[in-house]
């Protein structure tokens, strides 16, 4: 199935983090916060304002974001679990 986002949405991919503090503690998964970290895979066609006019996302398929903890509905494409939000939900972009 395809599955393209909507004006200024964004489909991501959440990036896991590791199950284990520094001190080697294994983190059991009821203690895990679900990760604010992911990974665009596909973008909308822009932002529409007042006036009619798109403005294209500042965001790509492929960076690397932080959102919001509380962003975005969770969705099953191919039996992936992906997150649809909107792009304001996106706090930034990680620089690699």
Same mark, same amino acid.
């Given at each position: 199935m395809k599955f393209r986002p909507l004006h200024d949405r964004v489909l991501l991919r959440r990036i896991e983090l590791d199950e284990k503090t520094a001190g080697g503690i294994i983190i059991p998964d009821t203690?895990?916060?679900k990760p604010m970290e992911?990974?665009?895979v596909a973008v909308?066609?822009?932002h529409i304002n007042?006036?009619?006019d798109?403005?294209?996302l500042d965001v790509k398929a492929g960076d690397? %974001? +932080?959102f919001s903890k509380w962003a975005g509905t969770e969705v099953t494409v191919d039996g992936?679990?992906?997150m649809v939000m909107k792009e304001s939900d996106i706090i930034? %972009? +990680?620089a690699a």
């Amino acid at each position: 199935m395809k599955f393209r986002p909507l004006h200024d949405r964004v489909l991501l991919r959440r990036i896991e983090l590791d199950e284990k503090t520094a001190g080697g503690i294994i983190i059991p998964d009821t203690a895990k916060e679900k990760p604010m970290e992911g990974e665009i895979v596909a973008v909308g066609s822009g932002h529409i304002n007042d006036n009619g006019d798109v403005r294209p996302l500042d965001v790509k398929a492929g960076d690397r %974001v +932080i959102f919001s903890k509380w962003a975005g509905t969770e969705v099953t494409v191919d039996g992936e679990e992906l997150m649809v939000m909107k792009e304001s939900d996106i706090i930034g %972009v +990680i620089a690699a």
